[in-house]
Structure formats: structure tokens, C-alpha cells
């Protein structure tokens, strides 16, 4: 009788990526997938020192976003060199902590339902549910795709809203290109997943890489749009504006939050 494989062995993952199997290595089963992960590294500490300043004014505690964003291209690469099963888990939960961390600090408190009074309870109850669903996924591996859905479905929702009464066309051009960012980076990844005899039939299996980056970039574009719809409605008094690492003029780089003196106008978003 065949022995069971244990969840940290190579492969014992259910989930297979287009990528063929150790094509370049026989210690990585999927090359580009695993190396396309250190894009983590190199936009999340970038991101971390370009929010300090809004960080700062605002709550430390926005750092934690792009320290986990570390955390999910270290487990990312794990899973991605393995294909084993806790690989696969460590990935996906790390995805859900940073959700459920930028939705306990980004929420606006105006949503609260009625029996939530303050950011600190409403925290704390978020980290309860993700700590059950945490524990849960082990049990339920699906279980982890259902509060995936519910903050990146609830998050864009208030999104939305609160872009309704934006009048600010460099805010509606970053909220623009987060969402063409999100878009095709769905696309590579749900084209990676369930068209890939059409991608093997071209010799091009590296979409799930592509998306990687992708989905690095729309984070970055994604969360800074949000932290400056939070620092309007917060810190209205530091009259935060957009900026663009490393230029203002080039077509796409990161964006991040400035910090200006008080003035007389404001700009209505």
C-alpha cells in the first residue's frame, strides 16, 4: 500500500500550476512561479519606507500590511518550490491576514454596524473571525477562500462608495489603474488555472508568475488609494496628497501618501 504523503512533503498539495514540473531545477518544481515571488521583496520594503510618513501621522500599525506583504512572497515561494500542502495553506493565510489587517485599520467607522462604537472593537473582532478561519482552513482548506472572498468583495464595495463624491482626478486615476491592475492580474491568474491547455498549446505557461507581479503592483496601488481615502476622512488637517516613486512623471510607478502644511483649499474626494 502506497504511503500517504505528510503536508510538508513536495507535491502534496492538490493545487498544480500551469508550469511544468521541475524544468529547471530538481529541488524547484516550478522555476519561474518561485523566482517571480521576489517581487514581494522588492515592493514591499519600498512600500513600507514610502507610507512612513502617513504611517506615522496616522497608526503605526499600517506597516503591518507590507511586513506581511513580506510574509506572503516568503510562504509564496515556498509553496510555489514544494507544492507542498502547508505550503499552499501558509500562502493563502498569509493573504488573508493582510486583508483582514488593512480592513481592521481602513474601514470607515462610518460602516460600523450599529453595535460596533469604536476601530478598537471592531479590530478585535475581525482578528477573531481570521483566527477562526486561520484554524478552520486546516480543517477546511476551503473555508479559507470564503473570508478571502468576503474582505476583497466588502473592501471594494466601500471603495466604491466612498469614490462617489471624488472630484479629485488624480485620486480617480490611481483608483482607475488599481482596478486595471486588479483586472488583469485576475485574468493571468484564472487563465493560469483553468485555460492552461490553450497556454501549453502556445509554449507560454507563465501567467500564475506574471500575476504575481501584477498583483504586487495592484496592492501597492490598491492600498495606497485607500490609506489616502482614510487620511481625507481622518487626518483632514494634514492635507494628504499623491506622489510617485520615482518620478511624478513617469506613465506607472509607486505611488505613495504625502504629508503638506494646512492651507486654505482643499480638494473634495
Not at 476601530?119 to 470564503?146: C, D, E, G, Q, W
Not at 505557461?205 to 506574471?210: A, D, E, K, M, P
Request: hydrophobic share 45%; proline share 4%.
Amino acid at each position: 500500500m502506497a504511503e500517504t504523503p505528510g503536508v510538508f512533503s513536495y507535491e502534496s498539495s492538490e493545487v498544480d500550476w500551469c508550469e511544468g514540473n521541475y524544468q529547471h531545477s530538481e529541488n524547484v518544481v516550478e522555476f519561474f512561479n518561485t523566482v517571480s515571488s521576489f517581487i514581494f521583496f522588492v515592493v514591499s520594503p519600498l512600500m513600507l519606507y514610502l507610507l512612513h510618513p502617513y504611517a506615522r501621522e496616522r497608526n503605526l500599525a499600517v506597516h503591518l500590511v507590507w511586513f506581511m506583504m513580506i510574509f506572503v512572497g516568503l510562504f509564496s515561494m515556498y509553496f510555489h518550490m514544494t507544492l507542498s500542502f502547508i505550503g499552499q495553506m501558509l500562502d493563502e493565510l498569509s493573504i488573508l491576514w493582510v486583508l483582514a489587517i488593512g480592513y481592521s485599520l481602513w474601514f470607515p467607522r462610518t460602516h460600523f454596524p450599529s453595535f460596533i462604537k469604536d476601530r478598537t472593537t471592531f479590530s478585535r473582532i475581525v482578528l477573531l473571525m481570521t483566527t477562526v478561519t486561520t484554524l478552520s482552513s486546516f480543517v477546511k482548506p476551503t473555508a479559507n477562500a470564503y473570508a478571502l472572498n468576503f474582505f476583497a468583495i466588502h473592501i471594494l464595495y466601500y471603495v466604491t462608495m466612498e469614490l462617489r463624491s471624488c472630484t479629485d482626478q488624480q485620486v480617480l486615476r490611481l483608483a482607475r489603474t488599481s482596478i486595471g491592475l486588479w483586472v488583469l492580474a485576475i485574468f493571468c491568474w484564472i487563465s493560469d488555472r483553468f485555460g492552461c491547455s490553450f497556454w501549453q498549446r502556445l509554449n507560454f505557461c507563465y501567467l500564475h508568475g506574471i500575476w504575481h507581479i501584477l498583483i504586487v503592483v495592484a496592492t501597492a496601488y490598491g492600498s495606497t488609494l485607500i490609506a489616502y481615502l482614510d487620511a481625507y476622512r481622518e487626518i483632514p488637517y494634514s492635507l494628504p496628497d499623491l506622489q510617485y516613486w520615482p518620478s511624478n512623471s513617469w506613465a506607472l510607478g509607486l505611488p505613495y501618501i504625502t504629508l503638506k502644511e494646512p492651507t486654505k483649499t482643499q480638494k473634495s474626494c
